[in-house]
């Protein structure tokens, strides 16, 4: 059984991305010379990690949040849901927080679905607690292999769920990660008395297609509906969503998330993200206080952890010590009276011109509503 173990290990372990923690154990149960003992413990957590009950469950539970507030993008939400190519999801619909009239009005459009999708939909009533709250109540209530994240006001093509599935045999057990693109929006009130909104950009797809793990752990670059989560980041991993972050908690499950299984690219297109301008969003309903904490509280937990980084990071680690290193050797250029008064001249020169770039550059943004 070892040996068995430690021959798939070997192949494993040429795997150009293995998840990070199982990685390691493959990579352990792969040298000839690991105590057998090590080596009979090692496969017994490589078999928890794999999972007994990998087909007798649907791929993917979807989370859907939403305060009601959105009735319109909400419908859309649930369209986007109920056509897609692959059926093998349920929906969870995570009603937080919502006002009695904005409840009834959810309630209204799940009963209008047609019944064929209405019967993989449940809706769930969550009250009180930050943003993680529902999310940790849609865990529990979670049903499929996998778990993904999709708000009321987003939008998902209909082959969301077709890419994740396929991407599902390879990842063997890593986070999935789709290409995602970003439009704004602005609310407005419709002729009817709707609550609307209209679009006011092209979608575009300025999220990298490929993830790094080190430019993540500056800035979240990734939405929440381009990932889907293995089952076991949740009930093995002891995984879940921080109820004290009142925003980052997306961030903050993707960092442990991706640092712990690893993470498989999903190389297509697959949803749009919606920026709100001009309206109620996470970025305006807290403060840069609020914004500030949370992150500092998501990088102090990840800092006490013990990191283990995907293969690939040791080159771009040492790329950016050499650069750090290069500008601390030459900053002497900037302090000694000689090039001091050279250089602060041709930056008082130059720096109006890179000013006028800059605004024109944050112009063409605005343009094309990034």
Known sequence: MINESREKAADHGDSASPSNFVGLIDNLLAQPDTAAELASRLVSVREL???????????LTVLLRTQGKRIEPLKDALLCLSAQTDEDFDVVVLQHDASEENAARVRTVIDRLAPAFASRVRLVTVSGGTRAKPLNVGILAAEGRYLAVFDDDDLVFG??????????????????????????????SWPQGQAGFRTVSWPNAEHATTFDQLEHLLVNHSPFMSWAFPRSLFWQYGVRFDEELVVCEDWDVILRGSLLCGVDDVPALTSIYRRWEDGESSYTSHSSAAWTWSEQRVLDRIDRSVIMLPPGSLGQLRAMILHNGALRRYRFLFSGHQLRGPLNGIW????????????????LRRMRGR
Do not use: C, I, Y
Request: proline share 5%.
């Open 159 to 188: 082959n969301w769920v077709e890419e994740f599935h396929a991407r599902e045999a390879h990842a063997r057990g890593r986070l999935l990660r789709a290409v995602v693109a970003n439009q704004t929006v602005v609310p407005e």
């Open 348 to 363: 008082n020169v130059v720096s109006p011109m890179v000013r006028n770039a800059v605004r024109v550059r944050n112009r």
């Open 49 to 59: 990690l794999d999972g007994p009950d990998k087909t007798d469950r649907r791929f």
